[in-house]
């Protein structure tokens, strides 16, 4: 039985929950708290579990026993036990009333083949499960998952390399970190070509993330566990003072979160030159300045990034100041949960010096006179092998691909510094009957709302600043 079986297998458990009222992601929640027991013993690693709290106690207490047993077991890790056990079960509940539910579980996961598991590798299999998670619309996860294609890509035309400090400030399930981590043990034969100093930092300092939400938090940490990440994983807002100290990074991999603050609140970072409401405008701000001199970054942001007056304007003027700003690949549309999001990523990297830094900028269109992505046509590596090869040549202007163009700094400046450029069409606004989301509707248009208060805002207080002089 591979992977791929045993996650179906696992997937189809959350049907017997049904009654239970239980949803999807709560389902996986439950899941790691009972598949990480199964896990640790798999590997070895229960030394951080107090014996009457392991696997082999779990597995044999059946009906009401059970019941308060798992309670008592989620209770006393979340509160009593150390490190790593102690950060994933924090805070830790369950959410299954019916004990028979329970025993089923425990029992369909005992009876699996870890052998196959084991060999074809447990975080590979617990990546799987988050991955089904997100592609079912139901769960809302999708939210917190990037489509592993793309983090791919990305890593790859990143190259993180040993003894490089990785962040993630929004790293939900840690996908972008995991991906950074496996690029450079298959550069590195395991890391067997490291000496022991090297090694060591690689597992416990050189992949690190921020995550807001609590559960999110905590699968993070279960999957960086299972792929041999020790480093820090905080749980805490990257827009708050929490995060004003990560920095000094020499990549930054990320897909920050979309909208706007509560409310049209701004960041509550007093060290953010352009406070704004707009979240992915100040993980933006937060990202070019957590990087060190001559790091680099490459960031999923929505379209209105590109084209946002007045604050939006500074920070793209301050990022093109600060970095190299050099490519933007326009991302297809429908790759991510949210089925009208227009997304890009941005790969810049920080200067020397924090003046002029973007001579230009190529735009690479993968959004037009494309197919219409989803469960009948997933997004492959094949889809982006034109540009990575473009990406990767030495000399872009003797590239020949229509979906390539440049802009240089003096261009964009023209056209008041909208980077809403690079797109060979323009496009035709349609409507996916098939796959409208009213939730997500409904979020982008209070989403236009608060930019459209947030622009009065800055428009008083431009005028009051005025006024004053």
């Known amino acids: 039985m591979n992977n ?10 959350s049907n017997v929950l049904r009654d239970d009222g239980i949803t999807y992601h709560q389902y996986v929640t439950e899941l790691t708290y009972i598949l990480f027991l199964k896990m640790a013993k798999e590997t070895g690693s229960e030394g951080g579990i107090p014996a009457q709290y392991r696997w082999d106690e779990l597995r044999t207490k059946s009906g009401i026993e059970l019941k308060r047993f798992y309670r008592d077991l989620l209770q006393y890790l979340g509160e009593e036990a150390t490190g790593r056990v102690q950060e994933i079960y ?52 999708g939210q ?12 790859r035309l990143i190259d993180p390399q040993p003894g490089e400090l990785c962040n993630d400030p929004a790293c939900g399930t ?21 000496d022991a100093d090297q ?4 597992i416990k300092k050189a992949f690190t993330g921020i995550e807001l939400v609590h559960d999110a938090h905590r699968l993070a940490l279960m999957n960086a566990m299972l792929h041999g990440i020790e480093a820090p994983i905080l749980l805490a807002d990257t827009l708050s003072p929490a995060g004003k100290n990560a920095k ?31 979240k992915q405008l100040n993980f933006l701000q937060h990202i070019y300045r957590s990087l060190k001199p001559g790091g680099r970054a490459a960031v999923v942001l929505p379209d209105n990034v590109l084209f946002a007056d007045r604050d939006g304007r500074r920070i793209r003027e301050d990022l093109m100041d600060k970095c190299n700003l050099h490519t933007i690949l326009r991302l297809p549309t429908g790759i991510f949960y ?27 269109d993968l959004r037009s006179d494309m197919p219409s992505f989803g469960k009948r046509t997933p997004l492959t590596v094949a889809h982006f092998g034109d540009f990575e090869a473009m990406y990767m040549a030495k000399d872009r202007t003797l590239v020949d691909d229509k979906r390539l163009t440049y802009f240089s700094r003096e261009d964009i400046a023209a056209k008041e510094d909208s980077l809403d450029l690079g797109l060979m069409q323009a496009e035709a606004e349609t409507f996916d009957f098939e796959n409208f989301d009213p939730t997500a509707s409904a979020l982008e248009a209070a989403g236009l709302l608060d930019e459209a208060a947030d622009i009065l805002r800055s428009l008083a207080k431009d005028l009051q600043f005025g006024e004053k002089n």
């Open 90 to 141: 924090a805070g830790s509940s369950t959410n299954i009333d019916e004990p028979k539910n329970l025993e089923k579980i425990i029992k369909s996961i005992d009876g699996l083949d870890w052998y196959s598991a084991r060999e074809e590798g447990l975080g590979n299999l617990y990546e799987g499960l988050l991955e089904k998670n997100a592609n079912e619309k139901k769960s809302g996860a």
């Open 199 to 202: 090694a060591e930092f690689q």
């Open 248 to 278: 000094g990074f020499d990549v930054v991999l990320t897909n920050p979160p979309f909208g706007t603050k509560r409310g049209g609140e701004r960041a509550t970072r007093d060290d953010l030159t352009f406070p704004t409401s707009n």
């Open 174 to 194: 840690f996908g972008f970190m995991i991906a950074a981590s496996e690029h450079v043990r298959n550069n590195t034969d395991n890391l067997f070509n490291l």
């Open 144 to 155: 917190y998952f990037t489509p592993r294609v793309l983090i791919d890509v990305m890593v």
């Open 4 to 13: 791929q079986e045993i996650v179906a297998k696992l997937w189809n458990l």
């Open 338 to 364: 949210a089925q009208g999001v227009k997304t890009n990523v941005l790969f810049f990297e920080r200067g020397l010096t924090d003046k002029g830094n973007t001579d230009g900028i190529w735009f690479y």
